[in-house]
């Protein structure tokens, strides 16, 4: 219960942080438009985004925003439609990979000795793999890999990063008095990481979920544009795919293979915007400087 | 002494990790791929060449598991990848070569450029600390890195090649033209290249400049800095001589990764531009199921780049005194 109020109290303090940095309340805008596209798609669909039943291939128009695409399907009800999968999976793994990255990594830092050499090598060689040829290589395998798999591939080359930063603000907490203090009352482990050791470790864990969440969207996409995903789902991903795959640049139809990676575009500075917001919480040396010159000015 | 042999054996870890990662994935996965990559061959092979195969991807379950993982490792050390089955019957090893000459040059001089280029940038960005310079370029670099790099690929085809017609589409070269080192082949080359480099600099770009901005933002703080301009230095020496280097240390170790990358090739960019290097070589060898070819490809860029880290490991120690005693 306590360590839930810890979290809900650190969560409240990005909140406050957000409100107050224009970068990253653009992103949280975004982001926000964006999870509402994908909890209630029909809203923002004025046509069925998989009837094949316009005329294929036309621009502009107010019927179809984005014109349609050459199977006469409408360019903008499919973008939207794609988002509910190209969000979740950018969300579902950037929380895997936080889950793991915090645990392995404070775990590493937290027990020390011979626990710590094995995780951070294991960290270490995971984190030096080159992962996006990693994934080519497990989805080739896979063939048209489903939403779970994708998910699953991108989890396991994910977290290594993650864990590895977050050992370090561990290890540079763990002998801190206040954590001494905590143990020496005979407070159990688990007491100790929660309510004393993560709390202050807020803004990089949410950092690391949004730059894992904008690995996971590019990736994710990439895998999707080559074919290696199951591309007869609604995604930005198989959109470009099945874009390139009809010669839509050549073909005169450049809105069909642009829209979506706009769109991925946008997701993805959204995640950005708040992870360089947040970049600037756990750095406090990264924070712009005339702002605070000008503050005090008024002062 | 003690730090290379740390370095010498996270290497080593780390290479028979990989290694063992590309002997048990083929093994692991559902459908049995190995069955598949027979049926390919059959009847193309001779019987030894068979039982090679066998052994790298675990066929038939007669083979003990144990003696195929030692035969694959000994295969692996004397270079015997096999043979591609999509280019068949080529070696994998010379398919390969052919491609790779093809992401060196277009990668690597991208690379190099955009390190040198960002790097600059993001230190004259936090030199000229809140001055417009400053809050423009970062976030501007901060979107355009989270750009799909394959699609700014698609967008610079349409916009520079479909729309205004200054660049061609797709190759590495004009299919017509003979190869060979005359000036009109390389200059042809030369022009295809424009648009990939481009989208690799673009995209790679973003990430030096911000990273150098933040080590610079450190660094500048520093006292031998306000020392030195104390001193009354040019601020032109300062920020190079004094700030910049400092700075540059922790990037070498990502700037030397990213060296190591230079051998797969920008994958999906090279995808976009149908560029003949390892990147493509590697998407095409997944689409038509060539396996030796894909898990020799993984390989060898597993290997660049893990020696690419070592590499930089060593060299960061050498000029950062201060990273030696660290573990």
């Known amino acids: ?299 | 002494m003690r730090f290379l042999v740390r370095r010498v054996g996270f290497l080593l870890i780390a290479l028979w990790a990989a290694l063992t990662l590309n002997f048990f994935i083929p093994r692991l996965m559902p459908g049995n791929p190995a069955e598949a990559i027979m049926a390919q061959y059959h009847g193309r092979l001779n019987p030894s060449s068979l039982k090679a195969i066998e052994a790298a991807f675990g066929v038939g379950g007669h083979q003990n598991i144990f003696v195929s993982y030692v035969q694959y490792f000994a295969d692996t050390f004397q270079g015997r990848f096999g043979i591609s089955t999509s280019y068949f019957p080529v070696p994998v090893t010379t398919v390969i070569s052919r491609a790779l000459p093809w992401s060196l040059g277009l990668v690597g001089v991208t690379t190099i450029l955009g390190f040198v280029l960002g790097t600059a940038l993001g230190a004259i960005a936090a030199w000229r600390r809140g001055r417009i310079f400053d809050n423009v370029l970062p976030p501007v670099f901060v979107i355009i890195s989270a750009f799909p790099y394959f699609w700014v690929g698609l967008l610079s085809i349409w916009l520079f090649s479909l729309t205004l017609n200054w660049f061609p589409t797709l190759g590495g070269f004009t299919e017509t033209a003979t190869q060979a080192w005359t000036w009109g082949f390389v200059g042809d080359v030369l022009w295809h290249s424009v648009l990939p480099a481009f989208t690799i600099l673009i995209t790679a770009i973003g990430g030096w400049i911000l990273t150098m901005r933040n080590n610079m933002i450190t660094v500048v703080a520093e006292d031998y800095v306000t020392m030195a301009k104390a001193k009354g230095l040019k601020p032109r020496r300062v920020l190079w001589q004094y700030a910049g280097r400092n700075a540059l240390l922790p990037n070498l170790t990502g700037f030397a990764m990213s060296l190591g990358f230079v051998i797969s090739g920008a994958i999906l960019v090279e995808y976009v531009f149908n560029y003949p290097g390892v990147g493509f070589l590697l998407l095409n060898a997944v689409n038509s199921e060539d396996y030796p070819l894909m898990q020799a490809l993984f390989l060898l860029i597993t290997v660049a780049v893990l020696l690419a880290i070592f590499v930089s490991d060593i060299a960061t120690a050498l000029l950062d005194p201060r990273t030696r005693s660290e573990r």
């Open chain 1, 1 to 299: 219960m306590r360590f839930l109020r810890t979290f809900l109290r650190g969560l409240a303090k990005s909140w406050e942080f957000i409100r107050r940095d224009k970068k990253a309340m653009a992103g949280a805008i975004i982001l926000f438009i964006l999870l509402l596209i994908s909890a209630f798609p029909s809203w923002f669909t004025p046509d069925n985004p998989t009837a094949y039943a316009y005329t294929p291939g036309i621009g502009l128009s107010w019927a179809h925003p984005l014109g349609t695409d050459s199977f006469g399907r409408d360019v903008f009800s499919q973008l939207m439609a794609g988002t509910r999968q190209s969000v979740m999976i950018a969300l579902v793994v950037g929380f895997f990979c936080t889950i793991l990255s915090v645990a392995i990594g404070v775990t590493a830092a937290y027990s020390g000795g011979v626990i710590d050499d094995v995780l951070s090598l294991g960290t270490d060689v995971i984190l030096v793999i080159p992962t996006f040829p990693l994934v080519i290589v497990i989805a080739a395998y896979l063939k048209g890999a489903s939403f779970w798999t994708v998910v699953f591939v991108l989890v396991i080359t994910g977290w290594s990063y993650g864990a590895r930063q977050l050992r370090v603000q561990a290890l540079s907490l763990r002998n801190r008095d206040y954590l001494l203090a905590a143990k020496a009352r005979g407070e159990s482990s688990w007491y100790v990481i929660c309510v004393e050791l993560l709390p202050p470790m807020t803004s990089l864990i949410v950092a690391n979920f949004l730059g894992a969440a904008l690995y996971a969207i590019i990736a994710a996409s990439g895998l999707q544009f080559v074919g290696l995903a199951n591309v007869n789902t609604q995604a930005w991903g198989t959109m470009l795919y099945w874009a390139q795959n009809n010669e839509a640049l050549p073909a005169g139809l450049p809105l069909w293979a642009l829209a979506p990676g706009i769109m991925i575009a946008i997701f993805g500075s959204a995640l950005a915007l708040l992870n360089y917001a947040f970049d600037e919480v756990s750095n406090p040396a990264l924070r712009p400087v005339a702002k605070k010159r000008r503050k005090k000015a008024l002062a």
